[in-house]
């Protein structure tokens, strides 16, 4: 399991955050953001660095 997708997830169960959500801030598909959330799939891959960043600074400007 790789840091950023447990950190997609907890940021995802912080802000009460679904799939949809998640890709709306990052103008991404759902299926984008699923598989980013699989665990041990042959399909799981790791959410970029910047991607997570960007879906941090997005959830910072929603709160200020």
């Known amino acids: 399991m790789d840091d950023r997708n447990e950190e997609l997830r907890n940021i995802m169960r912080e802000h009460k ?3 949809r959500d998640v890709a709306r801030l990052l103008n991404r598909e759902p299926i984008t953001v699923r598989i980013w959330l699989c665990q041990g799939e042959k ?13 941090k600074m997005k ?6």
Do not use: C, G, N, Y
Not at 59 to 64: E, F, T
């Open 17 to 19: 955050l679904k799939t």
């Open 59 to 64: 959830l910072a400007a929603q709160q200020a």
């Open 43 to 55: 399909t799981t891959r790791v959410i970029p660095a910047e991607t997570l960043e960007l879906l």
